[in-house]
């Protein structure tokens, strides 16, 4: 496991508070090589969707790192004190570690917490743009938020993370999965089965008292669910006012799973397996 922090050279893609594309390209490729490439690309595939601009949702929010500089401040300590002892904590509750970079950069809003394959390794971005943006600035946001990628990351060294599919139905269903899997590794890293770093202003609680219909309603989405209908998945979207819904729905079937299987069982599941579960957790 190797910690990447860029947080002293993050203010270099800034004129005064004012964000400059150019700027941050000089910043991101001078201490990850080539690296703009990827976080470009995926910014555009958003941009083309044309639910978000560059204007009204991105430059707004870059901005704000360098405006606030008491929350910026706070999400760089978090993140140090995350970090500290992440391998010990890993082993205790595993027995295992995991083979991947964590960077702690400044992003184009490509996600507060993100995991792709860099330079031939496994690794997981931080955007702070996005974290305080989502305002996930404590120790306690930043121990879930690196939990939950780590989640992905032990899926993928572990079981078989990635797959393909030819329709969109098992494709948002192995989303859930997944999602799930690294809610549950959060919770047992944090060590309380009931936690959720999404839980903010009664969160959970709406979450616990609508589950039927999350599940009914997911469950009859699922048949034409495309990325832009979905609003399950994602900070741009709500499911009745509420965000990241889908990933309170996947912690509970993954959960539902747990009582049958071990961990480590589960991550190496295929889709038909995980259909014929969802189809007994759903009923």
Request: hydrophobic content about 35%.
């Amino acid at each position: 496991m190797r910690i990447i922090n860029t947080y002293p050279n993050m203010l270099d893609s800034y004129e005064g508070t004012a964000f400059i594309i150019e700027k941050w390209k000089r910043y991101i490729d001078s201490l990850l090589p080539n690296a703009s490439l990827l976080f470009i690309s995926d910014m555009e595939k958003c941009l083309e969707t044309a639910q978000v601009s560059w204007e009204k949702d991105y430059l707004p929010v870059l901005n704000a790192v360098a405006l606030n500089e008491e929350l910026r401040n706070k999400t760089q300590n978090s993140f140090c004190k995350a970090t500290e002892n992440l391998e010990r904590t890993l082993n205790d509750k595993f027995g295992r570690t995991l083979d991947v970079n964590i960077v702690f950069y400044l992003g184009l809003c490509n996600a507060a917490g993100w995991v792709t394959k860099y330079e031939g390794h496994r690794t997981v971005f931080l955007g702070i743009e996005k974290i305080m943006e989502l305002n996930w600035c404590s120790i306690d946001d930043m121990y879930g938020l690196i939990y939950h990628e780590l989640g992905h990351v032990y899926h993928a060294q572990y079981g078989i993370m990635q797959r393909t599919f030819d329709n969109k139905v098992e494709s948002f269903l192995w989303q859930l999965f997944t999602e799930g899997i690294a809610m549950c590794f959060e919770q047992t890293l944090v060590g309380d089965p009931d936690y959720y770093h999404q839980d903010k202003a009664g969160w959970k609680k709406w979450c616990e008292g609508h589950f039927e219909e999350i599940k009914a309603d997911f469950n009859h989405d699922l048949k034409t669910m495309t990325v832009k209908s979905q609003r399950y998945f994602g900070d741009w979207v709500e499911y009745n006012g509420h965000g990241d819904v889908g990933y309170y729905l996947g912690c509970k079937f993954i959960q539902y799973i747990l009582s049958m299987y071990k961990f480590d069982e589960i991550i190496c599941f295929d889709i038909d397996k995980v259909t014929r579960l969802y189809k007994q957790f759903i009923q």
